[in-house]
């Protein structure tokens, strides 16, 4: 694993409310931490190569596009085949994120996250209908959660 | 409205951006545009909010030790409670679902033992318990989120 180091991390810090929209966004940086613009670009390259950074690009807001629906649905499935059903379910399109996460008994059965996002109700319930068919008699129990407010919404904070 | 510029940007621009001087108008150079107009594009999409930010995604657990936390709060007393929550710095999603847990959010540490003090304080602050459900394993490989931007 890849050491992060303080400027690493300030570049990060740097860049999470968004890259400048002006010619040289990675200028303006260097030149807020008193870098140089190659120096920023060579490191943001080094943490992309290792998976520090996932990628680089715009983050849409899904809900101002239209998906209006938005469900986190929670799964409960055998932890023998959560590896091989999380990737099948990670897989799917209209799927943005998905994880492996513990379950806490008795509240809480469910081990399978998976955030799903439709334009209609009936999108979004097609979408659980093919997670349902897709897990088969591995899904022993499932729950779909959706978010009727957004109270909090930011990138990344790191405290230094 | 969207223009078919716009749309491009939105759809072609997730991942990949350009890691060069002028990124914008490596851009503009692959649409046949100028890297004005990709400026102007984007400060619109950014302006009206059709783009949170253009910038790097880091996966969970890449900086620090996050957990998604549930919590079982009574409907009245949500927005006080919410309010209570996302004034912590280390809290950077919020969300009210409906549900019996019906506030989940995403707390991020700089290590395991700032996150167990602040899921503390953060119950000692509320009232309410913290259930903790921290990450065990990622399945998604991020390639950004195909729009259908066709009635946009």
Same mark, same amino acid.
């Given at each position: 694993m890849l050491a992060l180091d303080e400027i690493d991390l300030a570049i990060m810090r740097a860049t999470q409310a968004g $890259?400048? $929209?002006?010619? /040289?966004p990675y200028q303006v940086i260097a030149e807020q931490l008193g870098l140089t613009a190659d120096i920023v670009m060579a490191r943001m390259a080094v943490m992309q190569d290792s998976g520090i950074i996932r990628r680089i690009g715009a983050v849409p807001n899904h809900y101002k596009l239209g998906y209006r629906f938005n469900g986190m649905t929670v799964w409960n499935v055998p932890d023998d085949r959560i590896d091989e059903l999380g990737v099948k379910v990670g /897989? $799917?399109?209209?799927?943005s994120h998905c994880y492996h996460r513990p379950r806490h008994l008795p509240d809480w059965p469910y081990n399978l996250f998976a955030m799903v996002h439709g334009k209609t109700q009936a999108d979004v319930d097609t979408q659980i209908q093919q997670i349902t068919e897709l897990l088969g008699t591995d899904n022993q129990a499932c729950d779909v959660l959706y978010s009727t407010k957004i109270l909090k919404k930011t990138g990344f904070r790191s405290r230094s | 409205m969207l223009t078919a510029l716009h749309k491009r940007l939105l759809n072609d +621009?997730?991942?990949? +951006?350009?890691? %060069? %001087?002028r990124p914008y108008q490596e851009i503009a150079d692959m649409l046949g545009v100028s890297e004005a107009d990709v400026l102007t594009a984007l400060t619109e999409l950014n302006d009206n909010h059709y783009i949170s930010r253009i910038g790097p995604i880091i996966p969970p657990n890449q900086l620090g030790v996050s957990t998604l936390v549930a919590m079982s709060v009574p409907e009245q007393q949500i927005q006080t409670v919410a309010d209570k929550i996302s004034a912590y710095a280390e809290v950077n999603h919020n969300y009210q679902r409906e549900h019996q847990f019906n506030l989940w959010f995403v707390a991020i540490a700089t290590n395991a033992e700032h996150l167990q003090c602040l899921l503390n304080a953060i119950e000692q602050d509320t009232g309410y318990s913290a259930l903790s459900l921290p990450l065990i394993d990622d399945f998604f490989i991020d390639l950004g989120f195909k729009l259908d931007l066709q009635h946009a």
């Open positions: $890259l400048s $929209l002006s010619p /040289q /897989q $799917l399109t209209f799927v | +621009f997730q991942r990949d +951006f350009p890691l %060069s %001087s």
